[in-house]
């Protein structure tokens, strides 16, 4: 039986039809579900979806909206609608809002609501929409969130790294190229070269906002609507730079977003690890270079000695992990029709779970670096007297010597012990250890993350609901 035209055609009471359709599904046409479909159908997404709940509380807001201006709905069914919403949405913030058992997703369960709150009108919801094109804007409206949401903390992270490549600029390091102690380097060099590498992972995630702050609402199950709906509206109304146009791509574009951000969190990840590794290996007794108050390290069951980095170590794994991310999209994505496929589900849990890895990691590595040690005069070790050997070499060449031939003098007496360190000349060059050019990578930092708003989450949802719907409730 269809729900909405044949049991408006037979004489029915009201109160009966409101019953039957509040205890069937949906989109029911009569036939009950088996359970156990419905449960590995929908699988972890009562969980997963309970992320997205006020983005499709507001996304449905803007949409509300947007029917009335089109006169598919009226103002007085439209102000039923926005306050019914709007009492969900202080549900949720409560935490009262749940995804029922016999209730697919999210979408469904909304639906659900509005009818039982409001009944016919609640029912006119989903006019000129499907939950392909909402489960669409809603991973759009909350990535965005995330995304801005994790910029700040790359603001901290940044912002730390610098000042600690300020405050140790003058403290030498021996750089490595091969695991061999290299040439001089310093921690400004070393702390300062992290932050720049940060400055490029927020190109990414910038870039990988703008993509995503494309309006797919409206675009419907992937083929559009024969409603005269206004998509600039809801654009508008939901603060997206622009529409997502062509209603096949809308489609298309889930997974290919998920893509992009991964990309740009598994570039956060990699800094991370990286640093991560590095930090482990200067912690080790051969090292030596960096250590942390004994609350910041563990022990070991067995070993009195023990003090590990495994914070580092952990940081190091769940980053690396979260570099197989783009690779786990593209897969799942991989051979994909154009339309709605149900395997598309998947990839919410896997991007929505990457933002908390990175937060946690990010937060934690914070934390360890208010309190890092750094060790002085590690470069004194004439272990790593030969480090100053291409100095020396540079020395002679500036004498007028030949760099070759003042290579080949100064490796004879490398080769012969005969070598010992002169002074440390001076480093001018951009990007070196006598002119970090701290100030400049600051303002590359600065300039990228303008297009990162970096509103604070909670404040974020009010504000765009206020900006769809600021007379609510
Ligand atoms: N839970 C679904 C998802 O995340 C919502 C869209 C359902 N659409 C459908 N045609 N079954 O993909």
């Not at 509380?57 to 306050?83: P, R, T, W, Y």
């Not at 062509?246 to 889930?254: E, G, H």
């Not at 108050?293 to 067995?302: A, F």
């Not at 070790?381 to 020396?392: A, D, M, Q, V």
Request: net charge negative; with cysteine.
């Amino acid at each position: 039986m269809n729900a909405g035209a044949d049991l408006q055609s037979v004489p029915l009471d009201k109160n009966l039809i409101e019953l039957i359709i509040g205890i069937m599904k949906l989109w029911e046409k009569g036939i009950n579900p088996e359970p156990a479909i419905i449960e590995f159908t929908a699988g972890k997404d009562r969980k997963t979806d309970l992320a997205l709940t006020k983005w499709d509380i507001i996304g449905s807001m803007a949409h509300v909206i947007m029917l009335e201006d089109v006169a598919l709905i009226s103002e007085e069914e439209k102000n039923g609608l926005l306050k019914a919403l709007h009492s969900l949405f202080v549900w949720d913030e409560e935490g009262s809002l749940i995804i029922e058992k016999d209730v697919e997703d999210i979408h469904s369960q909304i639906e659900k609501e509005m009818s039982s709150i409001l009944g016919t009108t609640g029912r006119k919801i989903h006019t000129g929409r499907s939950r392909n094109d909402q489960v669409l804007v809603d991973i759009r409206l909350y990535t965005r969130e995330e995304i801005d949401k994790l910029s700040v903390l790359i603001r901290r992270l940044f912002t730390k790294l610098q000042s600690l490549s300020e405050q140790h600029k003058e403290v030498l390091l021996p750089g490595y190229t091969h695991m061999q102690p290299a040439m001089v380097s310093s921690f400004g060099l070393w702390f300062g070269g992290y932050a720049e590498c940060l400055a490029d992972d927020v190109l990414l995630l910038a870039g990988a906002r703008t993509l995503n702050n494309q309006n797919p609402l409206g675009t419907a199950a992937g083929y559009g609507t024969t409603l005269p709906i206004n998509r600039k509206l809801t654009s508008d109304l939901l603060e997206f730079d622009d529409l997502l146009y062509n209603s096949v791509y809308a489609s298309l574009s889930r997974g290919k977003i998920e893509m992009a951000i991964a990309s740009a969190l598994a570039s956060v990840a990699q800094t991370l690890s990286r640093f991560s590794m590095d930090i482990c290996l200067y912690m080790t007794s051969e090292f030596r270079f960096i250590d942390f108050p004994d609350e910041y390290v563990t022990g070991s069951s067995i070993m009195p000695q023990k003090r590990n980095p495994d914070v580092f170590e952990l940081i190091r794994a769940r980053s690396n992990v979260l570099l197989t991310l783009p690779n786990q999209i593209a897969i799942l994505t991989t051979n994909l029709p154009s339309g709605y496929n149900r395997d598309l589900q998947l990839l919410k849990q896997l991007i929505f779970d990457a933002f908390g890895e990175l937060r946690e990691c990010i937060e934690i590595m914070l934390l360890m670096l208010n309190n890092i040690k750094i060790k002085k005069n590690i470069t004194e070790n004439p272990l790593y007297n030969t480090i100053f050997s291409t100095e020396e070499v540079n020395r002679l060449v500036k004498q007028g010597i030949p760099f070759r031939d003042a290579y080949k003098a100064v490796a004879e007496m490398v080769k012969n012990s005969s070598f010992s360190r002169t002074s440390l000349s001076d480093y001018v060059h951009e990007g070196s250890i006598g002119n970090l050019c701290n100030d400049e990578i600051a303002a590359i930092f600065e300039k990228r993350m303008q297009s990162l708003k970096n509103t604070p989450a909670v404040e974020r949802a009010d504000k765009v609901m206020h900006h769809v719907s600021p007379q609510t409730p």
